[in-house]
């Protein structure tokens, strides 16, 4: 896709376990289909194969259609590193990378999470309307994500997920 641009959305979230807990909740597919892009009752399809190169795959059903999320590992190191691959092909062509970066604390971890969003551009789009673009993606991906993160924390740190946020 020629006219895009890419933005750098970075978060950090605190987690009162270990890193390799929170590492494998994104590697699981039983962890994944409670909290990545979906929720357990759902989800239609969580299929995983985490290996560098490997596919990984989410369905949720929601309101009468299926929100699909795909992406491939890029590089596995655990339990520091995870970089990957995110596209929702529904909605668009454009592929984001993902890294999420895994640090000890004295008290579990920190994650920090950053993804590279690719956003497209419509013919005749100005400046103004390319940030305006760029906001409202970096502003709904983090919202998203929020959620997500907040679930996947309840997910670590007690065994399951207390809906809705």
């Not at 699981?28 to 985490?50: A, D, Q």
């Not at 970096?138 to 809705?164: D, H």
Request: aromatic content about 12%.
């Amino acid at each position: 896709m020629a006219n895009t641009s890419t933005i750098a959305l970075t978060m950090t979230k605190s987690f009162d376990v270990t890193a390799d807990k929170v590492f494998d909740a994104w590697l699981n597919s039983e962890m994944m289909r409670k909290w990545l892009f979906t929720m357990e009752h759902t989800n239609k399809v969580s299929m995983n194969e985490p290996h560098v190169g490997g596919a990984w795959e989410i369905v949720d059903h929601r309101e009468g259609k299926d929100y699909r999320a795909i992406g491939e590992y890029l590089e596995i190191n655990s339990p520091n590193k995870l970089v990957l691959t995110f596209k929702m092909p529904q909605f668009s062509d454009t592929v984001d990378e993902i890294t999420v970066e895994f640090e000890s604390t004295e008290n579990g971890c920190v994650m920090t999470f950053t993804q590279l969003i690719v956003v497209p551009h419509e013919e005749g789009w100005t400046e103004k309307d390319i940030e305006k673009a760029q906001d409202e993606y970096k502003t709904q991906t983090e919202q998203g994500w929020g959620y997500m993160f907040e679930g996947l924390k309840q997910l670590v740190e007690t065994g399951k997920i207390n809906y809705p946020f």
